[in-house]
């Protein structure tokens, strides 16, 4: 019986879930969501930047835009540091079971001297 901890499950999982991720990733309804995205924070920079800060209600709005900014940019960062985290531990559980296989090879015989 598999278990979570079985590394040949493990990758089967992390696969799978890497191909979720890049399918969500590929897909036109995220293009649009990031083509959105984008546009507003491209807006937000505008105002961030040349936007005269004449009261200290004007600098907690500006405030207020940095995060709103943050927030927007950080969503396709987020999907790509979640992809390239899946890519690396799929390579860690690669070598594990690599390095697991040639233990086990040649049946258990140690080699001629």
Known sequence: M???NDPQTRLINLIEERKMW????????WM???TTLQSQ???LQR????QPLTSLDAVYLQEFRKGQLEGRLS????????ISDLDFEISRVKEQLDAGTDTTSGAGFRSAP
Do not use: F, G, M, W
């Not at 969503?75 to 979640?82: D, G, K, L, S």
């Open 2 to 4: 598999e278990t979570l």
């Open 22 to 29: 890049e399918t969500l990733t590929l897909s036109p309804s």
């Open 32 to 34: 649009k969501l990031v």
């Open 41 to 43: 924070a491209d807006d």
């Open 47 to 50: 105002n961030i930047i040349y």
């Open 75 to 82: 969503i396709t960062v987020t999907a790509e540091t979640i």
